[in-house]
């Protein structure tokens, strides 16, 4: 127990300290929520879709929930060969220990992120329906969250290369992100876009915190969406587990 | 306190450790010697759990790694060859964690973080990031955290690798105290002739996954017929450079070398 609070700390405060990176990282979702919640939003409005901004909002705290999860595993890459991750491998503690509190960690530090960009959000104009139902927005983002910790955690064990890294990024995260609904409503899209979108855990993520906003745009029942994170979510971090269990150094 | 016997280790068809066999009594240091992709690492790795021999037997300290892992991890310290510090945390919190990782109770982990970041002359920095360390006090750092749940054996891999000679003297100086004092094994493995020279009790060579040598400093000049230890090893080990091809992690550790640079 001590050791999984112990590596769950040690996140904790590497995130704190590096002030310099927390305010990088939320450059990037700045930037889709203004360039896009403005630019997009006339035509968005032309559309009779409502206000883009109100709708982009939850997609790019998703988004940023994703990166900051999904990074911590596949930082494992690095890590393991250079970091602080052999330390703990060779210690008498069980690999389930150490896989548990990074990707707790990563979890949290996540969510701390994804709340970051919910005020910034808020500041830009974004307003939920109901203010009661952010606590239920805020379980939406620790199930993305610990659902892309534990896909980082099964990827990262098994990386060898930079040039894997690559790969991953560009075939899975930026796909996971772009195809997820976070961009555009999920309605009336075509048959093979539909079966994709479907496909993609984030779409749930997002959609659960649509719900939970109280959007318009809303593709599932929020228990759907809840139920599809949880399942996949437990199937994942018995994986990720699995596969940190098989890492050789 | 080690016991090697006929260990194997085969990758596909690559043997990369070929029926070796030495032991090391408790208290002495042992120098593990060879040219590079000699087996060198993968002996140590298989030695501290890390990789499973193809057959043969080890014993550390009577018992096996593989039979009983976490009783056998909580009996030696190792430093690897590549660093595993946080460095975003500081020398203090690296050795709080390494405490709780070891399960040293608090107390006592408070006590010997103090001694040791006292011995290796890193106490007055142990609130800085680790990060602003330079490699020598990085060095120092990762052996006083590998001394400190008083392991009974102290596996070095190329510790000195990169070290000023100050820095390296420095460090064998305090490896040797500890080694004296607490009575700690250590096995080491160099590329610095001198040092093996210098600091162990006994060496052993190995080459092509072949245990060629073994004795003390004196016994293996004498067996060579060679004035200092460098000629002992170019003469058992040939003149030949091992051109090796580059494996994942050395193409990250060159990757990382730019890396650091650019942000000088």
């Given amino acids: ?249 | 306190m080690i016991r090697v016997q006929n260990l194997k280790k085969t990758f596909d068809s690559f043997t990369a450790v070929d029926d070796v066999s030495f032991e090391v009594a408790p208290g002495e240091i042992f120098a593990f010697l060879g040219p590079n992709g000699a087996g060198k690492t993968t002996t140590i790795k298989m030695l501290t759990t890390l990789l499973k021999p193809t057959s043969g037997s080890i014993e550390l300290d009577g018992l096996d790694p593989q039979k009983h892992e976490n009783e056998v991890r909580r009996r030696f310290g190792i430093v690897f060859q590549d660093p595993s510090l946080d460095g975003d945390l500081t020398a203090w919190e690296n050795m709080q964690i390494h405490a709780v990782l070891y399960h040293v109770p608090s107390k006592i982990g408070k006590q010997r973080s103090e001694e040791l970041l006292k011995l290796f002359e890193l106490w007055d920095r142990r609130d800085v990031q680790v990060k602003k360390f330079s490699g020598g006090m990085k060095r120092r750092l990762e052996i006083a955290r590998g001394f400190l749940h008083t392991p009974r054996i102290l596996f070095l891999d190329e510790p000195t690798l990169g070290l000023d000679p100050q820095s390296r003297n420095q460090l064998w100086s305090h490896v040797k105290r500890v080694n004296e004092t607490e009575n700690v094994t250590v096995m080491l493995t160099t590329h610095y002739m001198d040092e093996a020279d210098r600091v162990a009790h006994r060496i052993g060579i190995i080459d092509h996954g072949k245990l060629v040598a073994q004795g003390t400093p004196r016994e293996i000049k004498e067996q060579t017929g060679t004035e200092n230890l460098e000629d002992a090893f170019l003469k058992l080990t040939g003149n030949t450079i091992r051109d090796e091809d580059a494996d994942p992690a050395a193409q990250m550790r060159q990757f990382a070398k730019m890396w650091q640079q650019n942000r000088r």
């Fill in chain 1, 1 to 249: 127990m001590n050791a999984i609070y112990i590596l769950w700390l040690r996140e904790l405060k590497r995130y704190t300290r590096s002030r310099a990176q927390v305010i990088a990282s939320l450059g990037q979702p700045m930037l889709y929520l203004l360039a896009l919640g403005f630019g997009l939003g006339p035509v968005f409005k032309r559309a009779g879709a409502g206000n883009y901004l109100q709708f982009i909002a939850p997609g790019v705290i998703g988004m940023s929930v994703l990166f900051s999860s999904i990074f911590s595993g596949l930082g494992l890459l690095w890590d393991r060969q250079f970091g602080f991750l052999k330390e703990t491998l060779v210690a008498p503690v069980s690999r389930l220990q150490i896989m548990i509190g990074r990707t707790l960690g990563g979890a949290t530090v996540a969510c701390i992120q994804g709340l970051l960009v919910m005020i910034l959000c808020a500041i830009a104009g974004f307003r939920p329906a109901h203010l009661f139902t952010i606590p239920m927005a805020l379980g939406f983002m620790v199930l993305i969250a610990l659902l892309f910790a534990a896909l980082g955690m099964a990827i990262g064990s098994g990386l060898q290369d930079m040039q894997g890294f690559q790969l991953i990024m560009n075939f899975l995260v930026m796909p996971i992100f772009f195809l997820s609904g976070a961009m555009f409503p999920l309605t009336g899209l075509g048959i093979i876009l539909s079966y994709v979108t479907k496909a993609d855990p984030l779409t749930y993520g997002i959609d659960g915190m649509r719900n939970a906003f109280g959007s318009p745009n809303i593709a599932f029942h929020p228990g759907l969406d809840a139920a599809v994170l949880v399942v996949l979510g437990a199937i994942l971090l018995v994986f990720g587990a699995w596969r940190f269990s098989k890492i050789e150094i």
